[in-house]
């Protein structure tokens, strides 16, 4: 009897966490490509890893118990480095991480919101960053120190800012305005309905699909930098910190590479501002590596 009893509390509790996510996806009119629970299991983990591997996109981090949320976006092949750096090393928000340390990250939920359509390069990277800015400013997630993607002009909103932008527009209206991937989408091997901008738009993407999208990584242990797209092997890099001249933080980031995307920056310009006494960045940034 004790074991049936304890099987039933098991069932319970996984409907009831079923039913808060599924509530929230709801009310948010989020139509994510793959949703995580129970983080804080080694097979969860091992499923972020092999499902987003190549992909790249917007990702959300719920806290199923206060309905709070920290929204991003990973380059191509980094979703399980965000997710990993956000909740398991505590490399990447420090509000998160102050969360999940409070509230267990078994109370907490990873969820991809829209995909990528192409490797993320230097030069497209804007498109991919104008998207997580439109996910900021259209849902207001309060663990984002930043409210604008990227922006060294970014700040923490107060209630009174939040409710004022939630008056202009509507998430429903931000997301029709909201800009595609690239000029002429859809491609043709991703077909979308007519009103339809974004990969995932209000649809469910097909496994088919997300394989059309899915980048594949090399296996040697050197990089590739053909021309329009470089795929960079973080491995070694050390995570840095970018700073705002009045030493308030910008972001931190996983290697150089991460930062150089970000701000849309050199990686050498970088790496010489690390060698120099003040560390100073395209007169506008100072670097450090940060301290783990």
């Known amino acids: 009897r004790f074991s049936s009893n304890l099987h039933k509390i098991k069932n319970e509790s996984t409907t009831n966490s079923l039913s808060i996510l599924s509530n929230f996806i709801k009310e948010k009119k989020l139509t994510p490509v793959y949703f995580y629970e129970d983080l804080h299991l080694d097979e969860t983990r091992k499923k972020i890893l092999t499902e987003t591997k190549g992909l790249s996109g917007i990702y959300l981090i719920l806290n199923k118990v206060t309905f709070d949320y920290y929204i991003g976006s990973a380059s191509t ?11 398991i090393y505590f490399r990447g928000s420090k509000v998160v991480k102050n969360a999940v340390r409070k509230y267990k990250l078994s109370n907490f939920a990873f969820l991809i919101l829209e995909l990528f359509p192409e490797l993320v390069t230097k030069e497209n990277n804007k498109k991919l960053i104008d998207r997580e800015d439109l996910y900021l400013k259209s849902l207001l997630p309060n663990y984002n120190i930043l409210t604008e993607a990227g922006s060294s002009f970014g700040y923490k909103h107060t209630e009174i800012d939040r409710i004022k932008i939630k008056s202009n527009y509507s998430l429903e209206r931000k997301l029709k ?4 991937f690239w000029p002429h989408w859809p491609p043709a091997a991703l077909p979308v309905g007519p009103n339809e901008s974004g ?13 059309k999208i899915r980048v594949p990584f090399p296996t040697g242990a050197d990089s590739l930098d053909k021309g329009t797209g470089t795929l960079n092997m973080t491995k070694n890099s050390k995570p ?24 849309n920056c050199n990686i050498k310009t970088i790496r010489r501002a690390l060698q ?8 506008r940034f100072i670097v450090k590596y940060l301290d783990i």
Do not use: C, Q, W
């Not at 092949?77 to 909740?87: D, I």
């Not at 305005?177 to 595609?180: Q, V």
């Not at 840095?240 to 701000?263: C, H, K, Q």
């Not at 120099?276 to 960045?281: I, V």
């Open 177 to 180: 305005i909201g800009m595609p």
């Open 199 to 211: 990969v995932n738009r209000g649809k469910k993407l097909s496994p088919e699909t997300i394989e």
């Open 77 to 87: 092949g980094r979703f399980f480095a965000r997710f990993s750096n956000h909740l």
């Open 240 to 263: 840095i910190t970018l700073f705002n001249l009045d030493r308030t933080v910008f972001g931190e980031y996983n290697s150089i590479t991460d930062a150089a995307n970000a701000i």
């Open 276 to 283: 120099t006494e003040k560390k100073l960045l395209k007169r």
